[in-house]
């Protein structure tokens, strides 16, 4: 058997004669070409076995196994390892070789003139709430250049309207279609207008270039932890502003890392657990079905659309969640609860638990002489006026007992 037996070809909207030397005479020597209906059509002068492209995903991962052996070409469009499929089977099959093609982010750059490297590249493109437009959310501040893969041509309305509802309205944007095609288009318009409707749908393969303009008075949510109380919807029981900003950074968001939030509430740590790394996951553990309701829409709000809800408590809630890399304890801190979080995480990870009741923080004294880690205590004083119109005077909040610690 060949080792060289799969490669992943990003293909143009030129086909076979955009390609480079290596990556034609991969496709021209494929026995099986693995690629979707655009794929095809623009190979199509090759007399070859050709398989659509199944869905879902793990079906094309499997029926790839099946052909091991044969020379086995999938198609994708520019560059395979670029928020593109290829990344996902080449990390599947390890031997596979690649062969790049210019990208759509690359395209839209240059018909933009914006450097490459101070933009924000994106996808809309896939499924689940992760590839809806509240996930453009974190990366929409001020001065910030996006560029994004649309799913359809349905995403320039869906985009603008939420840039609108978020401040950013007057910002402009501009749709490019069939990048590198003789149909190759654009239109341009503030997103406003694109979310109105007035602006006429493009074509369905299509980057969206968008320049963040804020709006006076439009909120500021950065990536940075700490999101300002009043952006999120809650009942009043939560996790302030402050303290949530120290409890994140104890916990430590890192890319692709997954945070079990117990006794999440109106969700704000793990939304910000979310924002703060790429590809960061999380799942809230909360009993009560109207803070659920409240969690689940901040997530859409703020960014954070794939945050995973789900009815219980803990410990017996915790059953079958996906394995933790970071652990709060929040509206969920019971002995039994940490316990079971503790020997959920692997080596490297951590459990934070915030107490404000003397009951709470002695249990907190217990665990940090069972488990380790480091106590500390947070005091917020906020200026309010003393009476109607008075002067001002501090105004202690409860204080918060934290224990952290890293397995």
């Excluded at 990003?10 to 991969?26: H, K, T």
């Amino acid at each position: 058997m060949s080792e060289l037996w799969l490669q992943i070809v990003g293909l143009g909207a030129d086909g076979l004669a955009g390609l480079r030397p290596s990556a034609r005479a991969a496709v021209e020597s494929a026995e099986v070409i693995f690629g979707a209906e655009r794929h095809h059509r623009l190979t199509a002068e090759l007399d070859v076995e050709r398989v659509a492209w199944p869905s879902p995903f793990d079906h094309l991962l499997n029926r790839l196994e099946a052909h091991r052996g044969r020379r086995v070409v999938v198609l994708v469009s520019g560059d395979p390892m670029w928020r593109s499929a290829g990344s996902r089977i080449a990390a599947a099959f390890p031997e596979a070789v690649a062969h790049p093609h210019v990208s759509a982010y690359q395209l839209a750059a240059a018909r933009m003139l914006w450097p490459l490297n101070g933009c924000e590249t994106l996808t809309l493109h896939g499924r689940g709430p992760e590839r809806s437009a509240a996930a453009l959310r974190p990366f929409v501040q001020p001065g910030a250049r996006l560029l994004a893969l649309a799913a359809d041509g349905d995403s320039a309305q869906e985009v603008g309207a939420a840039l609108a509802g978020w401040g950013f309205g007057s910002s402009p944007m501009r749709a490019l279609w069939d990048l590198d095609a003789d149909s190759e288009g654009w239109q341009e318009a503030p997103a406003a207008a694109w979310g109105s409707g007035r602006i006429p749908r493009p074509g369905d393969l299509c980057t969206l270039a968008i320049e963040c303009r804020a709006e006076a008075g439009a909120p500021l949510a950065p990536a940075v932890p700490g999101l300002a109380d009043e952006l999120f919807e809650h009942d009043g029981v939560m996790t302030k502003r402050e303290v949530r900003a120290a409890t994140l950074a104890r916990l430590a968001p890192l890319p692709g890392q997954m945070l079990w939030d117990v006794g999440c509430g109106c969700g704000s740590v793990a939304i910000e657990w979310m924002r703060a790394a790429r590809g960061a996951k999380a799942v809230g553990l909360e009993p009560r079905a109207d803070r659920r309701a409240m969690a689940s829409a901040n997530a859409q709000v703020l960014g954070a659309p794939g945050l995973a809800l789900k009815d219980g408590r803990a410990p017996e809630g915790l059953a079958g969640l996906p394995a933790p890399d970071a652990v709060f304890l929040g509206g969920g801190l019971s002995e039994a609860a940490a316990e079971a979080a503790w020997w959920a995480l692997s080596p490297g990870g951590r459990l934070v638990a915030n107490a404000v009741t003397l009951e709470s923080e002695a249990l907190l004294v217990r665990l940090a002489a069972r488990f380790g880690g480091e106590l500390s205590r947070i005091r917020i004083e906020r200026a309010s006026p003393v009476g109607e119109g008075g002067p001002l005077a501090w105004r202690p909040a409860m204080s918060v007992t934290q224990w952290g610690a890293r397995k």
